[in-house]
């Protein structure tokens, strides 16, 4: 029986993309399709005729619809007992028939419809229009920064409640030196400075220049004809450009065009006139004039700001140099030729070597909280300018520079009820040179210090009681015959209990000897009332009151300055004299009083007071607190804390980066002032000083073997 289906062809079976399965002959009865119609038997003439639509692309209507249907390619199942059927998938998507490019012509596809540009640009301008209603209501940083109103007139700009106005430099002076702006940049005022620099080829400048000396050459040739005299100013041009031209051709320098603006700000109309008169005029100084951009004040304003545009254009030459010279960002430094090393500017990494009695004086404040090195760097100071040759005397609270002056050698003088040293408060200079203080101005300066002396130890005292201490201080010196001549006065002076005795037989003095028994008879009479026993020794000498009771403290540290005060008088020499915790004196008026005197008058006696505290709002709340700052001309600011931050700013003049500066500060570092400069200093010290100076607990128990508590199982 001949098969009703011819197997299929290689052509035939790559049709769909995969062979076709073909049943044995002898099973085939019968192939059906799988539709939406029902099922019908093919004969081998239909299904060849299937077979040849696949592959034909021409068509029947009718039966175009059927090819339509097919996604994938048709599946002959063969099962059991049943007859093999040809399976058929529908899909309700449309695809093109599957044809074979090299028995098909091709089949044109259906070309898709344009986009109507009309509808495409009324679309677009939809979606403008709503990103536009959008960013409408967003914040930018234009809303922000702008000002509430923006009013141009003539001669000024308003800026919402701020008035401004731009000037610009027309010339300068023939010669500018370096940093000539930076008075103008630190000006105490709001301003803004724009520069405008404009590279000029050289080889144009080069035929400018030619030409310009044809011309000056004429104009003299021609004075010369008429016989006039010669014209220096002439003369100075032809040298200036011919030499100009020199550098050029050698490539020294370059010619570049400046425009120089200025805009000053001001609360009012009024006040802004005054700043902008008051700049012309410190401009005016330098040979530097300017003029207001009349007209052209938004113009100027722009030029000013960080635009990169210049609406004035008023444009000067300059060379290289004179270019440079204007360079704005200046760092100042404080590197002298002799002095001592403080530490590293953060600004340029240049050293700090300065010698502080180069200054008006050689005073010096140091504020710092708790922990920053303060006392690390007055260390490193004083052992630095020992090696100088500068004697240190110290006034030591707490017992921080003994390992110091043991290293090298020093006096180290305990003062405290227990002490083998004593004081006596009464004693007096002696060789005095007559030139600088008389008998009677030496007698009177002591007195007077006694006086603030006895008023500390007794808790204050009433107008009366103050003149009766006076008048006994003078009567216990008489007792000894110390009068206003100098050779009187170098008789053994009197002591604390000589001047109880006198207070004691005068009238209206009970309460305050009462007082003053305890200092004399009572439990602190071993400190006050004894002769003084030791001589002050060049070199390194430390005073320690670290074994004293607080309410002593301030009474011992006067004494002890007193003191020191009456020795340098009697030898000048190049001193420092440290006193360290210093807020402690300041608690008192007398005491105050007495450390201001010192920082007047330690000048004329070749002596540097340095003055250190961690109290800072306690030091300045004192009316002697600013007066002892300005009269030093070195401070020295480390890390600060948030709660004292703002006063140190108001007393300093510190701006809002230098305030920052100091919250910020690791330990060691801070600002240094030095006159008029202020620097960021980083305090370095060598090993060998670190192992000396430093007051780390951690690191001192390690230089002694210890492990310090905590650490024993690390």
Known sequence: MPDPIKNPTSADTSTFGRPVATPPASSLSSLSSSSSSPSQPLSSSSSADFWQDAKNPTLDPKESQLSKKFTTPPQITIGEGKPPTLE???????????????????????????????????????????????????????????????????????LGDIFCKTLFVYTYPRYLEANWLSPIINYDVTMDIGMHIHPLETANVMHDLKNQVGKIQSSMMIAQEKGA????????????????RDVL????????????????????????????????????????????????????????????EDKISVLRNLDTGSISSIFPFTSSELTQEDGILYGINRHNNSLIIFDRFNLENANSVVFAKSGSGKSYLIKLEALRSLMLGTDIIVVDPESEYKNLCDSVGGSYLKISLNAKQRINPFDLPRGIDPEKETGDDVLRSNISSLHGLINLMVGGLTPEEDALVEKGIYETYALKDITTDPESQKNEPPIMQDFYNVLSNMNGTESVTRRLSKYTEGTFAGLFNAPTNFELKPGFVVFSVRDLEEQLRPIAMYMILDYIWTKIRMDMRRRLMIIDEAWWMMQYEDSAKFLHGLAKRA????????????????????????????????????????????????????????????????????????????????????????????????????????????????
Not at 233 to 244: F, M, P, R, S
Not at 633 to 659: H, P, R
């Open 249 to 308: 051709q050698r490539g020294e320098v370059r010619l570049f065009q400046l425009g120089l603006y200025f805009t000053i700000y001001g609360d009012t109309l009024e006040e802004l006139n005054t700043l902008v008169k008051q700049f012309e005029s410190t401009l005016g100084g330098m040979l530097i004039y300017t003029k207001e951009s009349l007209l052209q004040m938004d113009g100027g304003f722009i030029s000013t700001a960080p635009l990169m």
């Open 603 to 714: 000048r004329k006696y070749y002596l540097g007071l340095t003055i250190i505290s961690q109290d800072v709002e306690d030091f300045l709340a004192s009316r002697y607190g600013k007066a002892i700052v300005s009269n030093s001309s070195m401070q020295i600011l480390l890390k600060q804390s948030t709660a004292s931050i703002d006063i140190v700013a108001e007393t300093f003049a510190l701006t809002e980066g230098e305030k920052y500066l100091l919250l910020e500060s690791d330990v060691g570092e801070g600002l240094f002032f030095a006159g008029l400069n202020h620097v960021a200093i980083k305090v370095i010290a060598s090993y060998t000083e670190d192992q000396i100076i430093t007051t780390d607990p951690e690191q001192l128990l390690s230089q002694t073997g210890q492990t310090p508590q905590g650490q024993e199982s690390l």
């Open 88 to 158: 058929v998938e529908e899909s309700t998507e449309l695809q093109k028939p599957v044809v074979d490019s090299k028995t098909s012509p091709p089949i044109a596809e259906n070309p898709q419809p344009e986009p109507d540009p009309q509808q495409l640009a009324k679309e677009n301008l939809i979606v403008k229009e709503a990103q536009k209603v959008f960013a409408e209501g967003m914040l930018s940083v234009r809303d922000i920064i702008a000002p509430a109103a923006f009013l141009v007139n003539p001669s000024y700009l308003q």
């Open 229 to 244: 005299p010669r014209d220096p100013e002439l003369e100075t041009a032809l040298g200036d450009v011919e030499a100009l």
